[in-house]
């Protein structure tokens, strides 16, 4: 996926604040959406986070729900 980094905006951390904290934000890039779904990368394990935008829900890479538990074990491991 190519990413236009003009498009991102101080909305598009929103959803990584309210599921983290602003501290870990650091940990992270945000790396473009898909409809509400932003998705973030972990600048260590280069594991990606995806959250809804609206909802707050996690997800996996194929778009399968996840508990924030489980996305946070997974993008840290």
């Known amino acids: ?5 003009a498009t991102e905006t101080r909305e598009s951390w929103i959803p990584l604040e309210k599921a983290l904290g ?3 934000c650091k940990d992270f890039m ?3 959406s898909t409809g509400t779904v932003q998705q973030y990368k972990h600048i260590d394990t280069r594991r990606y986070l995806l959250i809804d935008a609206i909802t707050g829900d996690f ?14 074990d997974y993008v840290l491991s």
């Open 1 to 5: 996926m190519q990413i236009d980094k």
């Open 22 to 24: 602003q501290a870990q």
């Open 30 to 32: 945000w790396m473009g």
């Open 59 to 72: 997800y996996d890479h194929k778009r399968r729900p996840l508990s924030r538990e489980a996305a946070m």
